[in-house]
């Protein structure tokens, strides 16, 4: 799956640089040179550009003197400006393949606007009442009705500069990739016609809140979700504040994002097949664990 997911991800970006695997083609790393990790690091791992986040019965004065300790001699580097990347809206389709010695899967990459974007919680709804969980609109067609595909799953992978709708499906044997896809834009159609049901909405909601508990009930599951949300919007408000925005979106926002998003133009369709492929290359940016993954409203 993760050879699929880096080959797919590649082809669904075209300009912004999430196209390229977390640890760099093979090329990239044949070709660095240690004086060029050694910069690179020295750049970006400073204290200006390094968040702290310390939760738990802690003594903040202490706290302070433990870091000044530890990072006190650590000097600030002049960090690059970010470069500001725009993806080019996609006017077509475009479809991939890879032979792998793995069984056959099924990716749908959908182009999908940048985080904090307006249309970010709708998605957010849309991709739980699609594909996240058992309950889930493909979950229940695909898998326990019509019992062509073992798992599916669907959610957005929003980032800061672009983002992507992901439908991923494993077919069962005999059914082929064929089968699942069509099944998939079947369900995609009716979401598109067809408002959700307070029912489903208020399931989605009442397990939003449930996840987001969950995540929080540990001390090193706060840190990281308030590190993440400083880190993905600049405010660590935003994890709680994202809660309340999920909860107010309605039944034909859901309806709307499916169909301004949900468009064969704007996909790019990753299929792999089963084949002797090629070995293992570096990670790439492998599977978002959850419908929220990297940025979550949970």
């Not at 995609?188 to 959700?196: C, G, P, Y």
């Not at 995540?215 to 993905?232: E, I, P």
């Not at 999920?246 to 998003?261: F, K, M």
């Amino acid at each position: 799956r993760g050879q699929l997911m880096e080959a797919a991800v590649a082809a669904a970006f075209t300009a912004v640089p999430y196209g390229h695997p977390i640890l760099g083609w093979p090329g990239d790393l044949e070709n660095l040179s240690r004086p060029q990790a050694q910069t690179y690091f020295k750049t970006y791992y400073a204290p200006n550009n390094t968040l702290v986040v310390l939760v738990g019965d802690l003594d903040p004065p202490e706290v302070i003197r433990v870091v000044e300790r530890y990072f006190g001699d650590l000097q600030a580097q002049p960090i690059p400006p970010v470069p500001l990347f725009e993806e080019p809206a996609q006017v077509g389709e475009r479809r991939i393949r890879v032979e792998f010695p793995a069984e056959p899967q099924l990716m749908l990459l959908y182009q999908a606007p940048a985080l904090r974007h307006p249309d970010t919680y709708p998605l957010a709804v849309l991709g739980t009442l699609l594909g996240d969980g058992r309950s889930s609109r493909l979950h229940k067609r695909l898998v326990e009705e019509k019992r062509i595909a073992t798992s599916v799953w669907a959610g957005p992978w929003l980032l800061k500069h672009a983002g992507l709708f992901l439908i991923q499906a494993t077919p069962r044997a005999p059914h082929t990739l064929d089968e699942v896809e069509a099944a998939i834009e079947e369900e995609i159609a009716i979401l598109q016609r067809e408002v959700a049901t307070q029912r489903e909405l208020l399931k989605v909601r009442n397990g939003s809140e449930v996840e987001s508990v969950g995540h929080l009930a540990s001390n090193a599951g706060l840190a990281s979700r308030l590190g993440n949300a400083w880190a993905l919007t600049g405010d660590w408000r935003a994890l709680f504040s994202d809660q309340e925005k999920l909860t107010a979106v309605t039944a034909e926002q859901v309806r709307d994002v499916a169909q301004r998003y949900l468009l064969a133009r704007r996909r790019t369709v990753a299929s792999l097949i089963r084949g002797a492929g090629a070995p293992p290359g570096p990670v790439g940016p492998g599977r978002p664990l959850s419908s929220h993954q990297p940025w979550d409203p949970h």
